[in-house]
């Protein structure tokens, strides 16, 4: 298993890769998804997507997301789209639970 960090908690945003066995990736994002984490966000996914299998978004401890951040989850999608490979949304913050709603977003990540 590997793991790579983008960003730092004094920052106040840590993108961190897990890389499983079988190919997939998870990318945890802790911490505020905006205009300075959702370039992170955006390289954590190309990194992964270098190898085989799916993306997974664990957003479960972003306490904060905006328009940037909500912008680098949209493209994070359609990369994955565009490369024919699955990708979940997998626990999600409560912060980022009501943007996805307020904007009618996250039934598009859902398909």
């Known amino acids: 298993m590997e793991h790579k960090r983008w960003g730092s908690e004094t920052e106040g945003i840590s993108v ?3 890389r ?3 190919g997939g990736a998870v990318i945890r994002v802790v911490g505020e998804l905006d205009a300075h984490g959702a370039p992170l966000l955006n390289e954590a996914v190309e990194y992964a ?8 978004l664990d957003l479960g401890r972003c306490g904060f997301i905006d328009s940037s ?4 989850l949209v ?6 789209q565009e490369r024919e490979r699955p990708f979940t949304l ?13 904007s ?8």
Not at 49 to 56: F, P, Y
Not at 69 to 72: D, I, P, S, T, V
Not at 75 to 80: D, F, G, L, M, N
Not at 91 to 99: E, F
């Open 104 to 111: 009618g977003i996250g039934p598009h990540l859902a398909s």
């Open 69 to 72: 951040g909500l912008g680098a």
């Open 20 to 22: 499983e066995d079988e």
């Open 49 to 56: 997507l270098d190898g085989d299998g799916g993306l997974e």
């Open 90 to 102: 997998g626990p999600i913050s409560d912060a980022v639970a009501r943007l996805l709603e307020v």
């Open 16 to 18: 961190i890769l897990v």
């Open 75 to 80: 493209k994070a999608h359609k990369i994955c």
